[in-house]
Every structure is written in structure tokens, then in C-alpha cells.
């Protein structure tokens, strides 16, 4: 399981990521209002501004407080690691 960190030492697993987008528009807005209400948003923000908004393939919204751009490099960089053998 590959593990991303989104900030603080927070982490979520990679495999269950459905898309990391910015917080500006009304929808997500309205995504992030409508998580909060239904017990399905995780602020990982400590606070700080929020700056990316992670939608979990549980319907779960999880809130970062670093770029989503800075995120999605994670990610990136994670697939080009070298597999660990057991």
C-alpha cells in the first residue's frame, strides 16, 4: 500500500485518492459544506489556509493545507520509487 503525505504528517493511502483539486469554486465549496454536514471531512489543515481538497474514493473529503500541485508531485514521485521486495 503506498502511503502520500499531505502535510503536517498527515497520510493517506495513494489507492483510494479519486481526485486533489483547489478549493476556490462553488462546487467544491459546496462539497467540502456538504462533507462537514454528513461526518465525511477531514481537516488535516492544523488551521492554516486550505489549499487542496482531496476527494476519497469513500466519499470522504480531506482538506490540506499545501498546494495541490505539491501534492499531486507526491504522488508522482511515489510511482517512481523502486518497489520493495518481501
Known amino acids: 500500500m503506498k ?3 499531505i502535510g503536517f ?6 489507492n ?8 476556490e469554486s462553488a462546487p467544491i465549496k459546496r462539497m467540502i459544506t456538504e462533507a462537514r454536514e454528513g461526518n465525511k471531512l477531514i481537516d488535516a489543515t492544523y488551521g ?3 489549499r ?3 476527494i476519497m474514493d469513500s466519499n470522504h473529503i480531506v482538506l490540506s ?4 500541485e505539491t501534492v ?3 504522488f508522482i514521485s ?3 520509487r523502486p518497489k520493495e521486495n518481501k
Do not use: C, F, L, Y
Open 16 to 23: 483510494r485518492v479519486i481526485a486533489i483539486v483547489s478549493p
Open 72 to 74: 499531486a508531485q507526491r
Open 65 to 68: 493545507a499545501i498546494q495541490p
Open 52 to 54: 487542496a481538497v482531496i
Open 9 to 14: 504528517g498527515n497520510i493517506i493511502s495513494e
Open 48 to 50: 492554516r489556509k486550505t
Open 3 to 5: 502511503m502520500i503525505n
Open 78 to 80: 511515489a510511482e517512481n
